[in-house]
């Protein structure tokens, strides 16, 4: 980390202002360089963390007009040397700004290379540098306030306390090996048999959280699905509250999927309306068919909707086959009209909901997101003290670590000698030392940061 690296740390597009970000041993040599301060104020008198008024120059060239700050480390994000450069938004200002930063001696960062550099600095674990990716891009306050309590460092602290058991179990375990043998009196292993079930029992409980964790991040993956002009288009508009998708009485007018994020509860729905499932010749359309039918087999959630104005259809049939063993809503849309449809010939699965609706007249919307809530909300989904794993990382790490404790424990209970135990026990506590960073592999860090933006 010896390079001094800048990026663009805001998004790209007009703004009122726009941020350049370096961090490294010459920021601040370079910042002095580029920038020239107001109002008879000399370079080297700019205090430590006081915003400064000037402009940015490329030798004689003036920039822009901008704020600056300097800030010494270790007390900063990367505990680094940083500086900020506030500039004018838009896309032209903040290039130029940054590519006068990278001619006198700074390297364009990698993704997520701020937050890398806060990691192995020591500033932050690596859930809680994986939790500032969580909180940029939640879609919900749920999933905003789970992200910030991962960022507080309440994983951490879980995992650092089941560690913390494990490596007692360790020693507990190394003493009986190394020492007994020369007449001391043997430990109870009782202890161990215990504590390693107390921490077993905890570890499933935080696994288990995975799946509420998940629905919080993520959101619930949901697609519409139905024959031609059943209402899918018309659906995902009611539910956005905006004309997203285009209605018109034409079938096939919706030829690709097209997503929206909603919010029911706190939870984000990540609607899918999708093409209207038939045969048909138009090559384009039949394209838009054949992604309909992929993403129903990958939802979460099925919503599938059935015109009662109509009667039940061979297109109906190949519907109500994509429900079989999913998770399903089934719409009957239309109720405001003469009903032609025999629900007995539907034959839907009796855990399937069944809603009459009129998307027309908004009637059954309102039951259908209660719906939807009380399938994938059993109360309040996240109480104030409950740590959650939102993370598949993390949910594969605890599998892994559960599944050796639950060997030693095992073991420790049909009497297998003591020193066969010590190895599933160090790779239970190894294993969770990734969830933190403790114990982690390079080429495993890099891909995870590379889910980051560039200036993160």
């Not at 580029?34 to 400064?52: A, G, S, T, V």
């Not at 992929?294 to 049939?317: G, N, P, R, W, Y």
Request: with cysteine; glycine share 6%.
């Amino acid at each position: 980390m010896e390079h001094t690296i800048a990026a663009i740390s805001t998004a790209t597009g007009e703004a009122g202002i726009g941020i350049v970000r370096l961090s490294g041993k010459d920021s601040i040599e370079i910042g002095k360089k580029i920038f020239r301060p107001m109002n008879n104020l000399k370079i080297d008198e700019i205090e430590n963390k006081k915003m400064k008024y000037g402009h940015i120059y490329d030798g004689e060239t003036l920039i822009d007009e901008v704020l600056i700050v300097f800030m010494k480390g270790p007390n900063t994000y990367t505990r680094e040397d940083i500086v900020e450069i506030y500039t004018h938004g838009g896309v032209i200002s903040v290039k130029k700004v940054l590519n006068t930063a990278l001619k006198n001696g700074a390297t364009l960062a990698e993704n997520g290379e701020f937050t890398k550099r806060a990691f192995l600095n020591g500033r932050l674990d690596l859930s809680q540098a994986e939790a500032v990716i969580d909180m940029i891009k939640a879609k919900t306050d749920k999933a905003y306030e789970v992200s910030i309590s991962q960022l507080e460092g309440s994983l951490k602290n879980e995992i650092k306390k089941y560690r913390d058991g494990l490596l007692n179990l360790l020693a507990h375990v190394e003493y009986s090996i190394n020492f007994t043998e020369d007449g001391q009196e043997e430990l109870d292993n009782s202890v161990i048999i215990k504590d390693g079930e107390e921490i077993l029992k905890s570890l499933k409980k935080l696994y288990n959280s995975s799946n509420k964790g998940k629905i919080i991040r993520d959101g619930i993956n949901t697609t519409i699905i139905g024959k031609p002009n059943v209402g899918k288009s018309s659906l995902l508009n009611k539910l956005a509250k905006v004309n997203k998708a285009i209605v018109t009485d034409i079938p096939g007018t919706t030829r690709d999927v097209i997503e929206e994020y909603i919010d029911i509860d706190g939870i984000a729905l990540k609607i899918n309306d999708t093409a209207g499932i038939r045969d048909t010749e138009d090559v384009v359309e039949k394209i838009g068919v054949d992604k309909s039918l992929d993403f129903a087999q990958t939802a979460d959630l099925i919503i599938a909707i059935f015109d009662l104005s109509k009667e039940l259809d061979e297109e109906d049939k190949t519907v109500l086959d994509l429900l079989k063993d999913r998770k399903s809503i089934v719409l009957l849309n239309k109720s405001d009209l003469e009903n032609k449809l025999d629900l007995n010939s539907l034959k839907i699965d009796e855990n399937i909901p069944v809603i009459e609706i009129s998307i027309k007249n908004n009637i059954g919307i309102e039951t259908l997101e209660n719906t939807i809530s009380e399938m994938f909300v059993k109360g309040d989904i996240v109480s104030s003290n409950e740590t959650l794993v939102t993370n598949i990382r993390h949910q594969n790490i605890l599998e892994r670590a559960i599944e050796h404790l639950e060997y030693s424990v095992n073991d420790m209970k049909t009497g297998i000698p003591i020193d066969c135990l010590e190895v599933d026990l160090r790779d239970a506590w190894e294993i969770l030392g990734e969830i933190t960073g403790e114990t982690i592999e390079d080429d495993v860090l890099d891909k995870i940061f590379k889910d980051f933006c560039i200036g993160k």
